[in-house]
């Protein structure tokens, strides 16, 4: 996945995740609605966990390499 998209996947579902959780904290909505945007919340917390451990192994690519620091160039394939 290009790293743009990962920017945009990571944001994109953070900013949803945002919205459901005002909306749940508003207590506007049914029960159902409520499980649904619960269920919602739960893959979208997961697409941002994914995304955060993928930038933190890159992270840790471009710091350390056979215990010295140094850049390496790495790919999203």
Do not use: H, W, Y
């Amino acid at each position: 996945m290009p790293k743009k998209k990962s920017v945009n996947l990571f944001e994109d579902s953070l900013a949803e995740l945002e919205q459901l959780v005002a909306q749940l904290e508003q207590g506007d909505i049914t029960l159902e609605e409520s499980l649904k945007a619960f269920e919602r919340g739960v893959a979208l917390t997961r697409t941002c966990q994914q995304a955060l451990q993928q930038a933190d192994q890159k992270v840790q690519i471009l710091l350390e390499k056979n215990g010295t620091q140094t850049l390496e160039s790495f790919t999203d394939e």
